[in-house]
């Protein structure tokens, strides 16, 4: 079993929807849950930490269920800039070793 | 923010030869680095982990020998890929935890696309 699992994805969406991605994991141990957006070609960028009592910035929401042991990253009002890789990042037993899913895929179309 | 830079960010070798990788934490000390590779459409495989002044633990299947890390200082570890092979073109990237920001959040640096021919 994966550390980390999201879906794949695309998920293809017009401007101004809602969309929300889930990640689980599998160590319930973890402490440390992470969003990143990656952009073609690019490196991983910190989109926002996830903490136990949820979270909000702007548009974005991430929330961590650690009965169920899985985030999610909702995104209100999409935007076109919004389209990219959503990388769910969780650390394991050494807090030093960070696990990525293998990231979702999001399209936002005019 | 904490800003990591890389260096090279492009290069082509000829296969056989070698290649060093610099990163770099710019305003922040950098207890821990992390090597990353990504083939397209994949996720990142974490290559190895370093910490300063000691030896880097290698994840399984990473030859340690042909990816030889360095972390000599809190600001700078170094990949070298040794004898690269077609098969080694890849994006390296690594990312760097610290004292700045919140603990344990990575940042990662530009990455570097290596392709061997």
């Known amino acids: 079993r994966k550390e980390v699992e999201q879906d794949p994805g695309p998920f293809n969406v017009p401007e101004g929807a809602t969309v929300a991605f889930n990640c689980t994991y599998s160590n319930s141990a973890s402490q440390s849950f992470f969003w990143y957006r990656q952009d073609c070609r690019k490196e991983p960028k910190l989109l926002m930490s996830v903490y136990s009592s949820g979270n909000e910035d702007g548009r974005f929401t991430a929330q961590l269920n650690r009965a169920s042991q899985y985030i999610s990253l909702l995104i209100r009002d999409s935007k076109l800039s919004d389209s990219a890789t959503y990388l769910c990042v969780v650390n394991g037993d050494n807090f030093n070793k960070f696990y990525f899913g293998s990231g979702t895929k999001l399209n936002v179309k005019p | 923010g904490a800003v990591v830079s890389q260096h090279p960010s492009r290069v082509i070798c000829k296969s056989g030869t070698s290649v060093k990788i610099e990163c770099r934490s710019l305003d922040f000390q950098a207890t821990t680095m992390f090597w990353y590779r990504q083939f397209p459409k994949k996720s990142l495989m974490l290559m190895a982990t370093s910490n300063e002044g000691s030896k880097a633990t290698y994840e399984q299947g990473v030859e340690k020998d042909k990816f030889l890390i360095n972390h000599a200082s809190l600001t700078l570890s170094t990949l070298t890929v040794t004898s690269a092979h077609p098969e080694d073109s890849s994006f390296y990237i690594c990312?760097?935890?610290?004292?700045?920001?919140?603990?344990?959040?990575?940042?990662f640096g530009p990455g570097t696309r290596l392709t061997v021919t």
């Open positions: 990312s760097a935890t610290g004292t700045s920001g919140r603990v344990n959040e990575q940042y």
